[in-house]
């Protein structure tokens, strides 16, 4: 689909959410403003899990009373709105920046941050939205530009992430 409708899908989501949010943020092809988008990403830090995936919930079943989440776990959920699928990603405070640099992607520029952040950490792992150093202590992200100062590299727009 064309980047103008992804956007304005999202969006139409974000205002359902919002209230609900912590943080709550497009990713993805859409964030990286590519200009045909397969599917639309978000990520979230709820404030409190249950009513804002009730709120969601009550929201997606007005506009189709069949509806299901595809994937419904703690840290993902995958649902098609608007004939489009929709991967919402669920962070916490302390893991925002990983979780939202990774899913912002293109899959090429994380695997290459990941890949430099075992080098610069001397053997260090990302596992379950955290990223660890090389003797297993979590590392907390709580913004995108710490991961990119934890990997000693410079902040790189997500339009030039591909």
Not at 37 to 60: S, Y
Not at 69 to 89: H, I, P, S
Request: net charge positive; charged share 30%.
């Amino acid at each position: 689909m064309e980047y103008s409708l992804a956007k304005s899908i999202a969006d139409e989501l974000i205002e359902v959410l919002r209230p609900h949010c912590l943080k709550i943020e497009i990713a993805g092809s859409v964030r990286r403003k590519k200009e045909q988008v397969k599917d639309i990403e978000i990520c979230i830090v709820p404030e409190n899990p249950n009513k804002a995936f009730n709120e969601l919930g009550k929201f997606l079943l007005k506009q189709n009373k069949n509806f299901k989440y595809n994937k419904n776990g703690d840290r993902y959920k995958q649902f098609r709105y608007k004939d489009c699928q929709v991967d919402l990603f669920i962070a916490k405070p302390d893991n925002w920046g990983i979780i939202f640099l990774m899913r912002t992607g293109s899959a090429a520029f994380s695997t290459h941050v990941l890949a430099t952040w075992k080098k610069v950490s001397g053997g260090g792992e990302s596992m379950q939205g955290y990223l660890y150093t090389k003797d297993n202590k979590v590392v907390y992200t709580y913004e995108e530009a710490d991961v990119f100062k934890l990997c000693k590299m410079d902040f790189v727009e997500p339009e030039l992430r591909n």
